[in-house]
């Protein structure tokens, strides 16, 4: 057996122990308090941008998804067949107040696959158009754990709502 000796420079020293520093050990006992091993993020989406003219009519119904979602899945969220979901509603919300609002929430129920937003059809607002709503598609279009999301059915809320479709943390 032939053994080579190789210098370790200090670099390279450097390196491995930033990454071994910053390592968090495995949880052998499957309980998901590392947030850096779940995925989890330790703070709420912050980095949106505001939309202060609305770009949706209060009745639009409104769908959206990231490519490579299961056709099944948009097809339980359209039927509203989720099971029970966590929701906020947002009448009475200003822009800033909703998108604060909604990073909080979203970060607070991370652990689920399915929440609603009540955004309202903006029946107070000029020529039919929804401020919050379009706000609110504005928002969900940027969040990083958004994987899809639909206007509700009839029932639960129809154009007024929306179902959201989040990331999964293992």
């Not at 006992?29 to 202060?52: A, T, V, W």
């Amino acid at each position: 057996m032939k053994v080579i000796n190789a210098m370790i420079n200090e670099s390279d020293k450097s390196l491995f122990r930033s990454t071994v520093d910053n390592q968090k050990p495995i949880d052998k006992d499957n309980k998901r308090e590392s947030n850096s091993i779940s995925g989890k993020s330790n703070s709420p989406f912050e980095n949106y941008s505001f939309l202060y003219e609305p770009n949706i009519s209060g009745s639009q119904e409104i769908i959206h998804q990231v490519d490579g979602l299961s056709p099944k899945t948009l097809k339980k969220m359209k039927q509203g067949h989720l099971g029970s979901t966590p929701s906020i509603d947002l009448h009475g919300y200003k822009i800033e107040e909703a998108c604060r609002s909604l990073s909080d929430f979203i970060h607070f129920h991370s652990d689920k696959r399915f929440i609603q937003i009540i955004h309202g059809k903006g029946y107070h607002s000029n020529n039919g158009m929804s401020i919050m709503k379009s706000q609110v598609i504005h928002y969900l279009k940027q969040h990083p754990n958004v994987l899809a999301f639909c206007s509700c059915p009839q029932d639960m809320g129809g154009t007024g709502a929306v179902f959201v479709h989040l990331r999964a943390y293992v």
